[in-house]
């Protein structure tokens, strides 16, 4: 038998001074009421209850047993009551890893979004363009763009990403011939060190940040195929302009990737379903 749910009848019996009210409270017989008694008696080696036909009292050991039992199965039910919470209304932190080139006014604009419908979530953001082991660092969820996604891991598409070839106004001024996909590989350009890539450019600087990849190509270093997020301003105010005639480079899925769909808390679940929202927008 189990033996918190004989520690639970127990409290009953003596908070309700009978062993059939306590099983009606229960919903169980008071034949099993009496079962766990005995269940708990005997693991103890100690008699709780003295039982006549018309009255219950505790032993010497059982008064000492029941405040001891009450105080622990309040404990266990106030635990299960905050963990509950964290399944109904999302709360605590929200331990996310996403790439650099998240780190735009745009997507900051929509964490503050999040935040003010659901204020008692604390973001905890790590910007990585790695491929981040979620149950090895501890995080709940991973936005990431990929070609490829983990097995083990269950992903839900929130939007797509353009990626765009781009250089500066100072570079673009300095050219003898216009940049077409033909000539591309005669150009200078800065090319990203933490993932493959599927063109074939004159490399004259690589980095592991994206940032700094847009940064450098502002500075009049080349060319660059970037994601539009990571450049919005710039391309606003000419700082970066697009090449090959705007046309896009690729477009790439980003993902919202964790680990089980099983009693998914609510931070998780609403923050998710709050991107997808308004990405789709």
Known sequence: MDTLTSMNVFRQVVDLGSFSKAAEHLAISPAMASKHLRHLEDCLQAKL????????SLTEVGQNYYRECCHALDILDSARQT?????VNPQGTLKITLPIWLATPYFAQILQQYRTLYPEVRLSLYLDNQRTDLIAHGFDLALRVDRSIDPNIIVKPLTEIDFYWVTSPRYFQTLPEPITPQNLERHLAVTPNYTSVDYTVNSVADSNNTMMLKELVVAGMGIACLPEWAM???????????????????TLKLY??????????????????????RLAE
């Open 49 to 56: 209850l003295n039982r006549s036909s018309r009255h219950l």
């Open 256 to 277: 919202a990737a964790y680990m089980n769909r099983e009693h998914l808390s609510a931070k998780i679940r609403t923050f998710i379903d709050f991107l997808a929202q």
């Open 83 to 87: 963990a509950q919470q964290g399944v």
């Open 232 to 250: 919005l301003a710039e391309l606003q105010q000419g700082r970066l302009i697009k090449i090959l005639n705007a046309q896009k480079a690729q």
